[in-house]
Structure formats: C-alpha cells, structure tokens
C-alpha cells in the first residue's frame, strides 16, 4: 500500500557550504525510494517550499548507481559565513530541513522502507 | 629508482584545524600508515591567520607544536610521513616551530620540507575580476588581509621525492594533501587524469577526518553510530589503480558503511562529474562503493579529465565586527517576553546608538535556523532570544552586548543567562589566476 511519509524515513542527508551556495546530497534508502523521490523532489518543489530561503537557481545531479541526488542551492545561505546573522552561516542544518519534507512512496518503495535496516 | 609500492595506506589526523589530536595519536602509533595528512585550513582560516600574523601573532596554526608532539614519535619510529597545511600564513614559520618540536623529542635529523609560493597578495592589481560576479577587487572596498592560490600536488610529491619525512604547506587543494603522497608513491605523472581523478577521490572522501568514520553522521533510530565519543580517524589502502578501501583502527568508535562513504563524497561537491581541484577535474559520477567488510568499504571507478587551466585564489579582508548576545526565558510565556526583549533591543540599538546596520532577532525554540524557510512556532516552554549584527562601527558592535546586559535589569520579567561576544569578522572572496602567475616552491630544512 503506498503512503506518505516524512523524508527523513526513507533517504539520509548532509549539506555543505562553498559561500552563498548550500549543497545538500540526499541518499534514499533504496533503489523504489530514489525512483520516487527523483520524481518528487524536483528543484521547483524546493523552491516552492522554501521560497524565502531558496532564492537563487537549485541544480539537481542524479546519481543513480549510490541512489543519491545532490542539490546545488545559489543564494541559500542567506549570504553564507561571509555574511549571514543566521546562527547557522554555514547551512550545516539545511538537511534537516530537506528530510522534513514529505515524500509519497509507491509499493514498492513502501515495501523497501518496511524491510530497511538503519543503515545499508 | 625503487619499484613501485603495491599499496599505499594513508590516514587523515585532521579535519581542521581545531580537530581532536587523540585520534590523530592512535592512527600513529597502531595505523601502520605510510602518510598521515592533517587538513587545517578552511577558508577563512587562512585569512585570520594573517590578521593574527599582522598584528604580531603567529601566521601558522596554533595547534601545530601540540599535534606534532603527539604524532611525532610514532611517525618517526614507523617511517610515517607526515603531509600537512598547518603552515597557514606563515610555512617557513611552521616548518622551524616544527623542527624545533623535532628537536625537542630528540628527533635530530628529521627532514621537513616548505611549499611556498601560494601566497599571491603581490600580484594582485585592483581591476582583477572576483568570481561569483563581486565586481573587480578595487571596488571592494574593505582592507585586505591576504591572497592565496589553491596549490596542488606536485610540489608535495616533489618535495617527498626529495626525502621530505615531513611536507608543511600553506593554502593548497584539500584533497592534493593525500593526492601527492600517491603520485610520489606510485609515480602518478601530472597528466595521468584518470588516476589523478582516483587519488583525489581519496583525499577527498579523508580530508574531513571522522566525516566518514561517523561523524556529522548520527541520528538516532535512524543512523546510529556506536562509540560515537571515540572516533576513529580514518585511512584508505590505495592501490596503484587508484582503487581504495576505506577503513579505521580495530578497537574504535563510529563506524564506515557505504552510507558514511556516500555522503562524504557527494560533501561540499557540486557536479560530481567535474570536482575542480589545482590537480584534476575528477569526475565522481560513475564511482562504485562496496561494503567489504566491517568498518572496510571499497571504492572505484573515479575518473578525470585535464585540470583547470587557472588556480584558484582566496582573499582575506577585514569585514568589520560580528556582534551576537543572547537571553533566556522560561515558563507561562516564555516566547511573549522573549519577543518583547527583541523589540526593546531593536529599538534601543537604532533610536541610542544610531545603528543602521540590518539587525537579526532570533527566538531560539520557535524556530531560528529554518527562520527564513518556516514558519515561528507561537510559543515553546523556554525561548532564547539572540540578537545579531554584523557592522564596521566597534562601538556599535559593543553596545550590542551592553544593551543585552540590561535586559538583565531593564527588560521583561525573568530574563536569564545572558552572554554577548563580539568577533572581528573576516569576509573572503575568490578569483582566478593564469597558472604561469604562480610558482609553487619546495624548501629543505633539517632539524
């Protein structure tokens, strides 16, 4: 049966900073996962989450053989270490931001979640 | 001229430059390591130290002697060769402070070498263009502090021809710290990209130290980490290929799994196909990674193409003053009165001390990090008010803190747990240099 998750139950993350521009690489836990958050989690999505904080162009890079999409975020970092008053100048929370979103997971990648371990 | 070496083990002790030195010590003595590499200099470190050096402090790191004292006899006992870019602002500095460490430990004999030449501060005229479109340099505006190319490899490879035990450098690519000790070792040419590529996937996935051991890692339920206060810092065992395993010390915290090893790879990379470094565009793309046993995880595949035809270059400029103090309140109504002590120190700051400068009220609890993208909760059981800004004016920065003080006295009711600080801020930009512009240099010392 599919359903709707939280991001956070079925891919991991970890965001960088280069200046202004965050990267942020989410891992799905799975081969079903990646194929539905590859559908899910376009950079339009992202931005219309998050349009306040998503200013600037995001790229995607899809590595599908580590079931991997890594984010590229210009002017997601509110002017990053350089110039940011967030606590955060770095951005090293972005991911957690990411993982909040939710996620619809089809059969399979529903069937992939039950059977995960915490870690491949 | 010796046959090459089989496999090369290289372990990273540092992921900056204010890392744990208990790791760093056990990969020493039990790692049975070839190289051992510290990575102590992020970007704006760099720059700092050269306001550090300006105003008659050290230019290299402030760590270096203690590290070196801890990894120094193991290191010389099992012919480690130590690569590291603690010598920040100041290499030359660095390598006699290390070589006085050797002396100190009895150590005579040791050979360190000095990679000079990243700093450029020389060749720079005002209409050099910055990247990320900031204009030229001459419209800045701010003081410069220093400028310093990314270096590469070769001259590390160089100077561990030349018998180095120890290579300390100043700014270079991250991952060029573990590339040149491969390309010494296996005898990498300069122009071999594919194997160019592999090397500096493996400086890469090691220079953020425990980042791939479980560090920044943990969450837990989800992805736990055991021993997470005991990291292991971790090694690859690299083959001439350039094909690696990545693991760490039997008996240590944290753990590698393909999963550690994925999200370290993709860190702070923006197309994989194309990882910019002095060295290579590596391509990361087609890289397979293999869990091949406990704690042993394999990766291959990395490919390059031609380097870059400039380097890259940091610059430093004194950015004024980061000003952030903060107060605490709890209980029924916590987040209305931390609210009202944000207004008071908005207004105060504007209408006393004439600050102009944007002004930044977080409510810690009800959201700050995510300020921008969420939604404020209404209300939590204790809300930390912080309030920052950034200005060239050191009174205004001050008053920041002063008028956090009082809300001690003069704000809401129960107010508690004040701090303030203020810190001179670096802002950094980058450029472009021509190659030809630069010239890296190798120097021996003996201790």
């Not at chain 2, 009711?413 to 203020?422: I, K, L």
């Given at each position: ?120 | ?12 002790g ?5 890392d744990r030195i208990d790791p760093a010590r056990d990969l ?181 130290s425990c980042?791939?051991t ?16 005991f990291l292991g810092y ?14 760490k010390l039997?008996?240590t ?195």
């Amino acid at each position: 049966m599919s359903r709707r998750v939280l991001l956070h139950a079925v891919a991991s993350a970890r965001a960088g900073d280069k200046g202004d521009t965050s990267s942020v690489a989410v891992i799905a836990d799975g081969p079903a996962i990646f194929d539905d958050l590859r559908r899910q989690l376009t950079p339009a999505r992202l931005k219309a989450a998050f349009p306040r904080q998503f200013r600037g162009a995001i790229r995607r890079y899809d590595l599908p053989g580590l079931h991997a999409l890594n984010f590229v975020i210009e002017n997601g970092l509110e002017g990053g270490v350089n110039a940011s008053l967030n606590l955060d100048g770095h951005g090293k929370a972005l991911s957690y931001l990411l993982l909040g979103l939710e996620v619809d997971l089809s059969d399979a990648a529903t069937a992939e979640m039950q059977a995960a371990t915490d870690d491949d | 001229m010796t046959a090459p070496a089989r496999r090369i083990r290289i372990g990273c002790g540092a992921g900056f430059s204010g890392d744990r030195i208990d790791p760093a010590r056990d990969l020493a003595e039990r790692g049975e390591l070839d190289f051992l590499f510290f990575e102590c200099l992020a970007e704006r470190t760099l720059a700092q130290a050269h306001a550090t050096q300006a105003a008659g402090g050290l230019g290299f790191d402030p760590h270096l002697e203690r590290r070196l004292e801890a990894v120094l006899p193991a290191c010389r006992a099992g012919a480690v060769r130590i690569v590291t870019n603690m010598g920040s602002a100041d290499p030359a500095g660095a390598a006699e402070a290390a070589a006085a460490v050797a002396r100190r430990l009895g150590l005579h004999g040791l050979r360190i070498a000095v990679v000079e030449g990243d700093d450029v501060a020389a060749l720079l005229t005002p209409d050099l263009a910055l990247m990320d479109g900031d204009g030229p340099l001459g419209d800045v505006g701010l003081p410069l502090v220093g400028a310093n190319a990314y270096l590469g490899a070769e001259p590390i490879a160089e100077a561990l021809a030349a018998g180095a035990d120890m290579v300390i450098t100043g700014r270079c690519a991250d991952p060029s710290l573990a590339l040149g000790p491969l390309m010494h070792a296996f005898g990498w040419a300069a122009d071999d990209w594919p194997r160019l590529g592999a090397g500096t996937l493996v400086g890469h996935l090691l220079e953020c130290s425990c980042q791939i051991t479980g560090g920044y890692f943990a969450d837990p339920g989800r992805k736990d980490v055991p021993g997470l206060a005991f990291l292991g810092y971790p090694f690859a065992d690299v083959t001439e290929d350039g094909a690696a395993v990545i693991g760490k010390l039997p008996g240590t915290g944290g753990l590698v799994s393909r999963r550690t090893v994925i999200e370290q790879m993709l860190y702070e990379v923006h197309d994989p196909a194309a990882y910019l470094t002095p060295d290579v565009t590596a391509d990361f793309a087609g890289v397979s990674v293999t869990q091949t046993g406990p704690d042993a995880v394999a990766v291959s595949g990395a490919g390059g193409r031609a380097r870059p035809e400039a380097y890259k270059v940091t610059l430093g400029f004194r950015g004024g003053f980061l000003a952030e103090a903060g107060i605490s309140y709890a209980g029924p109504a916590a987040a209305a009165r931390a609210r009202l002590a944000g207004e008071v120190m908005r207004t105060r700051m504007e209408a006393v001390h004439g600050c102009r400068d944007p002004i930044r009220v977080d409510l810690i609890g009800l959201g700050a990090l995510f300020a921008a993208a969420q939604e404020p909760a209404e209300t939590a059981p204790e809300v930390r008010l912080r309030v920052a800004l950034r200005t060239a004016d050191r009174d205004v920065a001050d008053a920041l803190v002063r008028e956090m003080e009082a809300m001690w006295i003069a704000g809401p009711a129960g107010g508690g747990g004040v701090r303030g600080r203020v810190t001179p801020s670096i802002v950094t930009r980058s450029a472009l240099l021509p190659r030809d512009r630069v010239r890296p240099r190798v120097r021996m010392l003996t201790a």
